[in-house]
């Protein structure tokens, strides 16, 4: 089972969230600067943690979060 885990960015004064895709301990994915609304990202990554999502289907939540549930 992955496990879904924030990353944070800091480019002097920006602060943005990301996503590391985790598999058996390796970092199979990373999705930086995906906002700079921790919230955003840590209720995305909630859900992505209580569903069983294979890995073929990751870049699909991701760009769905991205163009159809981001708030700006």
Avoid: P
């Amino acid at each position: 089972m992955l496990l879904f885990r924030i990353n944070t960015y800091s480019n002097n004064a920006n602060i943005t969230y990301g996503i590391d895709v985790i598999d058996k301990e390796r970092t199979v994915r990373q999705y930086a600067n995906l906002s700079d609304n921790a919230e955003e990202i840590k209720k995305l990554v909630i859900l992505c943690n209580s569903l069983d999502i294979e890995e073929c289907h990751i870049d699909d939540i991701v760009e769905d979060f991205l163009t159809d549930f981001k708030t700006y």
